[in-house]
């Protein structure tokens, strides 16, 4: 009988050995930072980012930080040479990304999806009553602030203003912050700002802080929004509320979901980590901004628009949600 307690005190001991030792094997490989790529601070990407690092800093005890970056186009861009390890995009563009197509040169083959549903990414078209601009063709010719160079907003301008008979040649661009272009709007210096955001973006929300009832909140006319569905499903529209702006009218508007990509060259064990402290946490992530509200572990792992990292893929088929 004591023999056999010796043997399995013995086998026991072994085993947390091996246990442990596995552990620091694995966790050696895991970096002491990570960096999570977001866009300009007036967008809903900057707050979404934090809470991200937050969870994974809490829950894995790697040091996490949300970095401010030009935006979705530039994100993929960065995680492709390794500057960000994870980052914040949209569906459109990092579908571009991978497969090389405009704006991108070349495909971005280290770009791997983790998790979907972050919030939607709402194309806003925001001008003042003063201008007289009350729809697309009339931003022909005009002043307009297309958010921070790398930015989301430029392609999903280029896509909405395409089926209107123009092009980014037939405006006057330039290229800020969010904020910084809100400011040039409130100056009288520009004529409309792009603000590529989950809504409410707070760019939008501190031009109508003084008098939202000047503010618009351009429109696209649903024929124009079903062709561009219609050509690429990765995109969608819907009705803005009046009521999240305080704006006087609804607006219909093309969106996209934003999504949290990585490098494909990081480590598969800690990837599923990142993944399953993320998408366990989803409430915490979800209550970090109200664009992000509807982000849950049901929504996370579908209509991906690229290929998963293995690490993500591994947790959601174990969770079930694959």
Same mark, same amino acid.
């Given at each position: ?33 990570? %960096? @999570?790529?977001? $866009? =300009? /601070?007036?967008? #809903?990407? +900057? ?105 989301? %907003? @430029?392609?999903? $301008? =280029? /896509?909405?203003? #395409?089926? +209107? ?158």
């Amino acid at each position: 009988m004591k023999k056999s307690l010796v043997i399995l005190l013995v086998l026991a001991l072994a085993f947390s050995a091996f246990a442990q030792g596995g552990t620091e094997q694995t966790t050696k490989t895991w970096p002491k930072y990570l %960096a @999570i790529g977001t $866009a =300009a /601070a007036g967008g #809903a990407y +900057y707050p979404v980012g934090i809470s991200i690092a937050e969870v994974i800093n809490n829950t894995l005890g790697i040091e996490t930080s949300a970095q401010v970056t030009g935006g979705a186009v530039e994100n993929n861009t960065l995680i492709q040479d390794g500057t960000l390890d994870l980052a914040i995009t949209m569906s459109a563009t990092v579908y571009a990304a991978v497969m090389g197509q405009s704006p991108y040169t070349q495909p971005l083959n280290n770009v791997k999806a983790v998790f979907n549903g972050i919030s939607e990414g709402i194309f806003h078209v925001v001008t003042l009553k003063k201008t007289g601009i009350t729809k697309m063709t009339d931003l022909i010719g005009k002043n307009v602030v297309m958010g921070p160079a790398g930015g989301g %907003a @430029i392609n999903m $301008a =280029a /896509a909405v203003w #395409a089926e +209107y008979g123009f092009s980014l040649a037939d405006v006057k661009p330039t290229y800020v912050s969010y904020s910084d272009g809100v400011s040039a709007l409130k100056d009288g210096k520009v004529d409309a700002v792009l603000v590529q955001s989950a809504a409410p973006a707070s760019a939008v929300q501190e031009l109508c802080a003084t008098k939202a009832s000047d503010v618009v909140i351009v429109p696209v006319d649903k024929a124009v929004a079903e062709k561009i569905v219609a050509k690429s499903p990765y995109y969608a529209y819907k009705t803005l509320p009046k009521s999240v702006y305080g704006v006087s009218e609804d607006a219909l508007v093309i969106y996209q979901t934003n999504l949290i990509v990585c490098r494909a060259d990081l480590d598969e064990d800690l990837v599923y980590q990142i993944t399953k402290c993320c998408v366990e946490n989803a409430a915490k992530i979800a209550g970090s901004n109200p664009s992000a509200k509807n982000f849950s572990r049901e929504v996370a792992a579908i209509n991906m628009p690229i290929e998963l990292h293995p690490g993500a893929l591994k947790y959601y088929k174990e969770a079930g949600l694959l």
